[in-house]
């Protein structure tokens, strides 16, 4: 609802076409954004993550009948998975309508290294008006993989919105308040997986956890509980999932973080992930992994330690952290993320006000798919 909301802002008339895990088929009109909702009669016969062929003819269908019927001009597709439906649109290509493929994730390298994948994606990204791509790194090691593609170029990043940027300082949760009993703590944010290298993390943060406190927002995953929940030092976690708007109240008050994506795909080396903005932009410091997006925000803001990996080695990991126990060393960083000016630069405001502008030169109506 981002898009929508932003777009609505603007001024733009805008409607939403999606399919829900639910299933449930329904129009709403929200404001003035008109949320069409599909549903699929294959789902209905075959489990989650089966009969995908099945789901995804009719899915194509139904969306093509409702772009074809829709006033809007200019159409957005948001998801990486819209192959097939983008295939069968393109080759009878509506001339009144502008279709951008807002390209969030990049293509799993299965798709990139077979030729007739391949094949089907180079076709998609040359007959598109607009590409929008997550960041710049990402953009390039796709457009790498082939040797023209005629489609314009956009980049739209995570940042987060100004308002969250500029709010105030957040109170502690009391009940975190409590659990601390005055100690301060280092926040992992979002999902404690192996793919995240939590481990290598707890690993390197044991030792301090006489001084310190570790706190996850988000799942604690099963695999990683029952490696660590013998530990001693398992009762000085503190795990909870909270709704998104009550996050920034446990990333205000937080000593430090990690931001680690290992490096098992492109999509994930090249990644953009939302926690860093998020804490970064509150004036928490990282330590961050060696992916090519996290090193050129954290370089450029000075707000923490970039390792020379993507958080694997717990050694590299240990050293940084001991670095930002330090207090003196964790002043500088903070005294760095106080002084940059995030709201001009880094806000999602400004940038899509941009793209919209780049993206139609005119008042329009948008269709988000």
């Given amino acids: 609802m981002k898009w929508i909301d932003s777009l609505d802002e603007m001024g733009h008339t805008s409607e939403l076409f999606i399919l829900e895990d639910n299933n449930l088929r329904g129009t709403e009109t929200n404001n003035t954004i008109k949320i069409t ?21 009719e899915f194509a269908v139904k969306s093509i009948r409702h772009i074809k019927n829709s006033n809007a001009d200019t159409i957005i597709f948001h998801d990486v998975q819209h192959y097939l439906t983008l295939t069968l649109l393109l080759f009878n290509k509506p001339k009144n309508k502008r279709i951008i ?35 710049e790194h990402r953009k390039d090691f796709l457009l790498s993989k082939f040797k023209e593609i005629r489609s314009k170029r956009y980049v739209l990043h995570n940042y987060p919105s100004k308002s969250y940027i ?15 009993a005055g100690r301060s703590y280092a926040l992992w944010l979002g999902m404690a997986s192996t793919k995240r290298n939590f481990l290598t993390f707890y690993q390197a943060l044991k030792p301090h956890l006489n001084e310190i406190r570790l706190v996850i927002i988000g799942r604690l995953h099963k695999d990683i509980k029952e490696q660590i929940c013998t530990d001693p030092e398992y009762e ?13 109240r446990y990333i205000d008050h937080a ?35 060696n992916n090519p997006q996290i090193i050129t925000l954290v370089r450029k803001c000075n707000g923490g330690i970039i390792l020379s990996d993507d958080g694997t080695e717990v050694a590299g990991v240990k050293g940084a952290i001991a670095t930002l126990m330090d207090e003196h060393n964790l002043c500088v960083y903070r005294s760095s993320l ?9 806000a999602w405001e400004e940038e899509f006000k941009s793209l919209i502008k780049a993206l139609s030169g005119r008042e329009g109506s948008v269709k988000k798919h």
């Fill in 338 to 346: 106080q002084r940059f000016d995030f709201s001009k630069l880094y």
């Fill in 255 to 289: 000593r430090f973080s990690a931001v680690f994506y290992k490096n098992t795909s492109p999509n994930n080396f090249y990644c953009e992930p939302n926690r860093l903005y998020q804490l970064l932009t509150r004036g928490v410091p990282v330590v961050g992994g």
């Fill in 101 to 135: 493929w807002d390209l969030h994730e990049l293509p799993h390298k299965f798709l990139l290294n077979n030729c007739l994948t391949k094949q089907v994606i180079a076709f998609i990204l040359n007959r598109v008006n607009g590409v929008i791509y997550t960041n």
């Fill in 37 to 57: 909702r599909t549903s699929l009669w294959w789902r209905r016969i075959f489990s989650k993550r089966k009969g995908y062929l099945f789901k995804a003819c």
């Fill in 236 to 248: 000085f976690i503190y795990n909870k999932f909270v709704r998104h708007d009550e996050i920034v």
């Fill in 166 to 180: 500029t709010a105030d300082r957040n109170e502690i949760p009391p009940d975190l308040s409590d659990w601390l």
